[in-house]
């Protein structure tokens, strides 16, 4: 089966969601999957529930903190140890699905560089199924994966302050 690159951008709710829902079709007809999510730590609803796929990996390269600014030093280390982690995934050939959660993100708060991202679809073997998340994609993603989502947020309830609910949103 020929693999292709799906991109999952925009301001809206739903990129990780979506990524998600994918893993769990791909872990039900059998296919492994590797999900490697920047930014991100903890024990989120999709992480505990993604632990009864025997077929599904995930791996977080974050501290755990919203970045604003600039990153951390551990930030910057975990993120660029994510990127040779996913990389090295990549160029095993062994999954049939690979994920780089929030990397679009990473890229935006120069955890990684766009030719660093770039080089995940170079490194991508042709069967693969390459998926990037994350607000903010640069054009150059854009215009080289096969598909393409925007997430467009037209009304949202945390503008009225409703916060992040478990198993809703966290």
């Given amino acids: 089966m020929k693999g292709y ?3 999952y951008t925009g301001n809206g709710k739903g990129k ?3 990524s998600i829902g994918l893993a769990v079709r791909a872990a039900g007809a059998g296919l492994k999957v590797f999900i490697g999510q920047f930014l991100k730590q903890g024990d989120y609803s999709e992480i505990k529930s993604l632990k009864k796929y025997e077929n599904i990996t995930v791996e977080q390269y974050g501290k755990g903190r919203f970045v604003k600014g600039k990153p951390s030093t551990d930030e910057l280390q975990s993120g660029k140890e994510g990127y040779h982690r996913i990389l090295d995934i990549l160029r095993s050939g062994n999954h049939d699905l690979v ?3 929030e990397a679009n993100v990473a890229v935006m708060c120069n955890i990684i ?21 994350g607000r903010g994609a640069p054009a150059c993603l854009l215009e080289k994966a096969d598909l ?3 997430m ?3 009304k949202h309830y945390y503008a009225k302050g409703v916060a992040a ?5 966290k």
Avoid: C, F, N, Y
């Avoid at 770039?118 to 042709?126: A, H, Q, S």
């Avoid at 609910?165 to 949103?169: D, K, L």
């Fill in 113 to 133: 560089s766009e030719d660093e991202l770039m080089e995940l679809l170079v490194t991508r073997p042709d069967h693969v199924e390459l998926v990037i998340t």
């Fill in 16 to 18: 990780t969601t979506a």
């Fill in 152 to 154: 467009k947020e037209v």
């Fill in 99 to 101: 994920i780089a959660e």
């Fill in 148 to 150: 393409v989502t925007e």
């Fill in 5 to 7: 690159v799906q991109v």
């Fill in 165 to 169: 609910r478990v198993g809703i949103e």
